[in-house]
């Protein structure tokens, strides 16, 4: 009994190193095409089908990236790689992510390279565009959805709208962070969830 504890656990604990991290971002950076949002969809998909991450966890380490300078992907796979196994979770989480897409990237800017002034090539260049704009929508509802479960439509509807309408008025990512950060210090309450917690 206890041996068959033992390898239960070992089994867990394999699913949650270094490895797994690795294999998991390996994968993703050589199939996520489409850009940020492909990437954060299937790390999203990826996280929570391992139970490295709960919804909550995700949406954090999704808005703590986005407050960071420079590659906020990079800094999500850091995130997300520190949760599962700390400082090993986060340098596997990186190579493996940045060892593909980096091969990638380069094969494809000179594929692209040879093949972009020829008519036959307008319409599967369109098609990837049509792809990774669809991507963009399918993450945008899919977030959406996650943060309207954390709270009330009455509450959470508005203030999705306000910040959308802050966002095409000024178009200023930056700018409308800082609202957003200023109006969650100023009126916590407005964006604190309404979930219960189970007593034990």
Request: glycine letters at 12%.
């Amino acid at each position: 009994m206890a041996g068959l504890f033992r390898r239960r656990k070992a089994k867990q604990d394999a699913g949650h190193g270094a490895l797994a991290v690795f294999g998991c971002f390996l994968r993703i950076g050589a199939s996520s095409f489409g850009g940020g949002s492909a990437t954060i969809v299937a790390m999203r998909q990826a996280a929570l089908a391992r139970g490295w991450l709960t919804e909550q966890e995700f949406l954090d380490t999704l808005v703590l990236s986005r407050l960071t300078p420079g590659i906020t992907i990079l800094a999500q796979v850091l995130l997300i790689g520190r949760k599962v196994c700390g400082l090993r979770g986060m340098v596997a989480a990186a190579v493996g992510m940045l060892t593909p897409s980096i091969g990638i990237t380069i094969g494809l800017a000179r594929l692209y390279q040879l093949i972009s002034g020829s008519p036959r090539a307008a319409s599967p260049l369109r098609c990837v565009a049509a792809v990774a704009a669809g991507f963009a929508v399918a993450l945008a509802l899919a977030l959406l959805r996650d943060t309207l479960k954390r709270s009330t439509w009455l509450r959470s509807g508005p203030l999705y709208l306000g910040y959308l309408g802050l966002g095409l008025l000024i178009g200023n990512p930056p700018v409308v962070l800082i609202a957003a950060i200023t109006a969650g210090l100023v009126l916590p309450g407005l964006f604190e969830g309404t979930e219960t917690v189970d007593d034990p």
